[in-house]
């Protein structure tokens, strides 16, 4: 197995909704703002190649949306997932499988691009099945007016329409843990910052390295009250972040930060304070 980052593309999210209730004088010490108030956001996605199967995770926002969408963005840097590919000699068209942990238009965004003649959408990964889970695609389907803006139409039924969308099996409904998946990683289902978004587990060379997606977005989320303003159940995810820690912790789990533009793999410790940050690595210094 070989695992490589795919820099998919940075942008600008509001601070204060990244870090909810807490005050900008403690966040802005770990993820500093600018002028307007943005920090710094990637989309690190993560390619998996493991015998026949190149198994991308997420896929960024793609390119597709409106000048007016992408300035509410500030898009920076020059990252984009197929100079990513090439940069490891793939191209999109390798990919056989795409994991989306959740629908938010950051997240599956490139999956979907325009056709030719930019009359309608197809899969901008023509040759790969698309793995999302059933619970979670009801709930982007049928979105509840607080993640409504985040659930786009055009990133989502497309999918059910190229016949390619296929959907995770939970063989195990009492618990949030699944050991084993049809794309040959663990999943642990998460709740708390939308229904049933998915964190993958890979057992790389001895280490179990997880895709924190929206779990813990940055190194500047750990500390367990410094959640997103864009949960939909933040206690819930306070809960489900804390047994995560713990657990990553203990087993010295190494934590792969979809969105955090400066780093990139951390490590965490048990502290008379709670769990906090331990080490912290580039993809570089684990993947090789």
Request: net charge negative; aromatic share 12%.
């Amino acid at each position: 197995m070989n695992l490589y980052p795919i820099k998919a593309g940075n942008f600008k999210l509001d601070g204060g909704a990244m870090f909810g209730v807490v005050p900008k004088v403690l966040w802005n010490k770990t993820n500093p703002a600018d002028q307007n108030n943005l920090i710094d956001i990637a989309a690190r996605c993560l390619l998996i190649e493991n015998g026949d199967q190149l198994i991308l995770i997420d896929s960024g926002m793609g390119d597709k949306q409106s000048e007016k969408f992408f300035s509410y963005y500030s898009l920076w840097g020059d990252d984009s997932l197929d100079k990513s590919l090439a940069k490891h000699n793939f191209h999109r068209d390798d990919i056989t499988d795409v994991f989306i942990t959740h629908l938010h238009f950051d997240h599956c965004g490139g999956v979907i691009q325009w056709n030719d003649k930019k009359t309608g959408y197809e899969l901008a990964f023509k040759n790969a099945k698309i793995w999302s889970n059933q619970e979670h695609w009801k709930w982007a389907t049928e979105p509840n007016a607080r993640e409504k803006a985040s659930f786009l139409k055009e990133n989502i039924l497309p999918i059910e329409e190229s016949g390619q969308l296929n959907f995770i099996t939970r063989t195990q409904l009492n618990t949030s843990y699944q050991e084993e998946s049809e794309l040959g990683f663990g999943i642990l289902f998460a709740d708390g910052h939308t229904e049933k978004q998915m964190i993958p587990h890979i057992n790389y060379k001895g280490k179990t390295i997880v895709f924190m997606a929206d779990l813990l977005p940055t190194v500047g989320h750990i500390p367990l009250p410094y959640v997103m303003g864009y949960d939909t159940r933040p206690l819930l995810t306070l809960d489900e972040k804390k047994l995560f820690l713990e657990k990553a912790a203990t087993n010295n789990w190494y934590l792969f930060l979809e969105h955090d533009a400066h780093n990139e793999i951390i490590t965490v410790q048990h502290t008379e304070k709670g769990v906090r940050l331990k080490e912290v690595f580039t993809c570089y210094e684990i993947f090789n």
